[in-house]
Each structure stands twice: as C-alpha cells, then as structure tokens.
C-alpha cells in the first residue's frame, strides 16, 4: 500500500505511466496519486493501475494555511530549524472512478482549479525575486518543467542548470525556501476549507507528513479531531517508528484513522516507492482493499 506519490502533473520525476510501473514492481497492491492541487494524472493513473493490478484511489496533496502555529520545544526536539508554511492536506475519493462524469467531482476540481492557478502568479513573483537577487530565472523555463501543477522544485531545477546553486538542496536551503529571500507565499485555504470542499464530493482527508509542521503529536491530533480530518499520515518515510506508533495511538485516542505513504517523488529522490510497515487494522477503512 502507498497512498502518497508524485507525478510530472506536479512535482515528480516521473510520469504516470512510470510510477504505475514502480509502484506494481514494488508489490503495491493498493496505489493512490496526489499531486499538489492537481487532478491532472488521475485518468491515466487509473487504466495504468488496471494494467498493472492494483486498485487505484484518486487523490490529491491541496496546500493549506496551518490550523496550528509551531512550537519551538517541538521542533528543537525534532532537530528541525523552521516548520513549514504550510499544511498539506492528503485528499482521497476511494468511490470515484476518474472515467466517470461525477457532478460532485465536477464541483470539487472547480473549487481546487484556482488554488492551482494561483501557483503561477506566485512563480512569477519568485522570478522576478531571483532576477532582483542577480539570478535571472525564465518563468516560461520554469513553467515548461511542469506539465500540470507548477511549484518550487521546478524552480530549483532551472537554478541548477543556470548555474546558481550545485543542487536542489541548496536552492532550498539559500534561496527558495520558506522565509528565505526568494520565497513568496501563495494565497492557501485553511483546513476547513479543504475539508468542507472534499467531504461535499464524497472524499475523506488525512493530513500528510505531520513531522514537519512543529507541532505536538497530542495538539496536532486533536486539532485534526475538531475539524473533521479523518486522519493522519502516521506512515511516512520522514517519520521513525517510535513517532509512527505515537501519532498511531493519538490518532486512535480521537477515533482517527491513519494513512501511510512513501512520499514518492522519483528515483534520483528515493530508491524504492512503497515497502512502508503498517498496521492494516489502523488503515483508514476506506482505503484498504474490499
């Protein structure tokens, strides 16, 4: 099972076609795509999981404000510098068949079409950022990485292959990063938002890699109780096993359930998609195998 995995649509190495293939040689059996605010990948996703003999979840990764501010204890014990600027909330329609005209599906790629589209005029500000920094970036070089869903990684490929930075990483960590001098926000939904939008077409949400949001497993569950998520990525690869198991046994202390997914951005990010340990039971229902 690997409810968390990436595209070209959005910000991943491969095509759909291609992950399909990983995920399947890997011994998935249940595969979810969920590229950031894009649901670009889900027909072809779909007829490739067919081929490939898994069941497919439609899914989505939709950038959200964070419903809790960090805590500095929680990220000193974590051993990281900053929290991220932004939650992200994993989204999944287990019923939907991408192939099928669905009004509530229609309604829902309407609310989420802006927040997509909101990416480039961000991208552009970032530009034009870097260009005032002395390192002239192409929006249109950019833009051209993405075939869907614009973001910050492609941004940082074009830096590499300019030569400002020897890789990724650092483009992040100098330049792109939250807070850092090229970085600009993008107009997000809060949680309940994104929520309230994916329960009106028949989705259920879990809240993906908590481990980078500074916040206290307890305070992040029961924050995630009040507002209707229905669980937490407690299986990520950022995560040990002594957080797994805590994030699993507060998630069952509010009657949530958890998701579990490898994050999979490609091949030169990671070695293998899936191969990610889980307790089924604690598997959101939804979302195992009938």
């Known amino acids: 099972m690997d409810l968390h995995s990436h595209s ?31 649901t670009d990948g889900w027909v072809e996703a779909a007829r490739e999981a067919k081929v490939n003999g898994m069941r497919f979840v439609p899914g989505v990764e939709i950038t959200c404000n964070p419903a809790v501010a960090p805590e500095d204890a929680q990220l000193k014990s974590t051993g990281r510098e900053r929290a991220s600027s932004s939650w992200h909330l994993l989204a999944y329609f287990p019923n939907h068949h991408p192939e099928e005209d669905d009004p ?4 829902f ?8 589209d909101g ?3 961000r991208m552009k500000a970032m530009c034009e950022r870097l260009n005032d920094l002395g390192m002239p970036v192409s929006f249109d070089a950019v833009c051209a990485r993405a075939s869907g869903s614009v973001g910050r ?18 483009a992040f960590e100098s330049w792109i990063g939250d807070g850092l001098p090229a970085f600009v926000a993008h107009t997000k939904p809060s949680v309940a938002e994104a929520v309230e939008a994916v329960r009106a077409a028949g989705g259920i949400t879990s809240l993906a890699h908590p481990l980078y949001y500074g916040v206290s497993t307890e ?4 924050k995630l109780a009040e507002l209707g998520v229905n669980g937490v990525e407690a299986v990520h690869r950022s995560h040990d096993d002594a957080y797994r198991f805590e994030l699993m046994h507060h998630a069952r202390q509010h009657r949530l359930g958890i998701s579990v997914g490898s994050d999979f ?21 939804e979302l195992t195998l009938v």
């Open 265 to 285: 951005h490609g091949l030169n990010y990671q070695t293998r998609p899936g191969n990610m340990p889980v307790l089924e039971e604690a598997v959101l229902a």
């Open 109 to 116: 790629k309407a609310w989420l079409a802006p927040r997509q």
């Open 8 to 38: 070209t649509h959005s910000d991943g190495q491969h095509d759909v076609a291609t992950v399909a293939q990983l995920m399947a040689r890997e011994g998935v059996n249940v595969w979810a795509l969920t590229d950031h605010d894009t």
């Open 153 to 170: 990684p492609h941004l940082a490929e074009v830096m590499v292959e300019m030569g400002y930075v020897e890789n990724k990483q650092e």
């Open 104 to 107: 509530a599906i229609q309604a």
């Open 119 to 121: 990416r480039f005029p």
């Open 219 to 222: 305070t992040l569950v029961k």
